[in-house]
């Protein structure tokens, strides 16, 4: 019983750090212009739109894939060379839809699924993790990428993109 209890709270906290993350990177977005989401610093960096198809493309494979059983339809590559990919609007509609279904499959995983091995990323360097170190992996990479946004978007905007509390000076 004690693992079933510590299952489900690992489980409900998933969701609710991903919905935090959106949150954030969200307002981010909110912030920037249609220019601004696919301006890049340099060839070497990625756009912030860049960052969102990215997220929703390995939300997609490792999520609604690996653990809901969904076609893999990811095309990792194009995540990164989008140029000027589809509106903002359409951008964030696909991000927001993908985090949406992902957090119903997450919270529909049960503690006995949590250690079922699958693999979302068959062609990728991490083979055949459970469905608990998905999870785990699909969350720190959010995180990982909103940091980013969240620097991105301080430069475009030349300013504080108010995220947290006010600091003293």
């Known amino acids: 019983m004690q693992n079933d209890a510590v299952a489900k709270m690992f489980v409900a906290f998933v969701v609710k ?4 993350s959106e949150r954030d990177i969200l307002l981010c977005v909110e912030r920037l212009s249609e220019a ?3 301006e890049r610093g340099g060839d070497w960096e990625n756009s912030v739109g860049n960052l969102l ?3 929703e493309g390995n939300v997609r494979q490792w999520i609604l894939h690996g653990v809901g059983g969904q076609p893999d339809v990811r095309e990792r590559d194009a995540e990164f060379s989008v140029k000027a990919g589809g ?3 359409e951008t964030v509609a696909r991000f927001e839809l ?3 279904e992902a957090r119903g499959v997450i919270g529909g995983v049960t503690p006995e699924r949590l250690l079922e091995v699958i693999d979302p990323q068959p062609g990728g360097t991490w083979r055949h993790p459970t469905v608990l170190e ?3 992996q699909v969350s720190g990479h959010m995180q990982q990428h909103m940091g980013q946004i969240v620097m991105r978007t301080k430069q475009l905007v030349q300013g ?3 995220l947290s509390m006010p600091r003293k000076r």
């Open 160 to 162: 504080d993109v108010g």
């Open 36 to 38: 601004q989401l696919w």
């Open 87 to 89: 509106s903002k609007k």
């Open 53 to 55: 198809l990215h997220l």
């Open 98 to 100: 993908t985090l949406a």
């Open 134 to 136: 998905a999870v785990g």
């Open 17 to 20: 750090r991903m919905e935090m």
